[in-house]
């Protein structure tokens, strides 16, 4: 399943030069893997109460094109790499004429109270419907 977030780009988000500030893109990232896994039946609440969490360990981001002012853009998450320990992101920006401007791989590593862990079956069988689209 590849997750679709989408959102208009505001003034207060943007440079001098009416782009998508650089600052700005992590938290549209966070607020679209937060709406994935909305979609999978995994929101941040229910793995809270679980005690499990995911963790950001590593960001790779690369800029291919301008985000402009008021643009409304499509966020596409998906997990490339899924094993119980951790698991790799893809998240992929397209404007609204449907050019990919801005790509990210996110690396996460799975935590239960408060250390790396290995996700049982019933948490890991909501990240595969996130997985099945890349592997």
């Given at each position: 399943m590849i997750a679709d977030f989408s959102k208009r780009i505001y003034g207060y988000e943007c440079d001098i030069y009416g782009h998508l500030n650089n600052a700005n893109y992590l938290p549209i990232l966070e607020s679209a893997r937060s709406e994935a896994?909305?979609?999978?039946?995994?929101p941040v609440q229910k793995m809270?109460?679980?005690?499990?969490h995911v963790y950001i360990r590593k960001v790779e981001m690369e800029y291919l094109k301008a985000v402009q002012l008021e643009?409304?853009?499509?966020?596409?998450?998906?997990?490339?790499?899924?094993n119980r320990l951790r698991s790799k992101w893809q998240q992929d920006v397209y404007n609204s004429a449907h050019e990919l401007c801005f790509r990210?791989?996110?690396?996460?590593?799975?935590?239960h109270n408060g250390k790396p862990a290995r996700v049982p079956d019933d948490i890991y069988e909501h990240f595969l419907k996130l997985a099945e689209a890349a592997l």
């Open positions: 896994l909305i979609a999978i039946d995994m809270n109460e679980l005690n499990w643009d409304i853009i499509t966020v596409k998450s998906v997990v490339i790499e899924l990210a791989f996110i690396d996460v590593v799975h935590v």
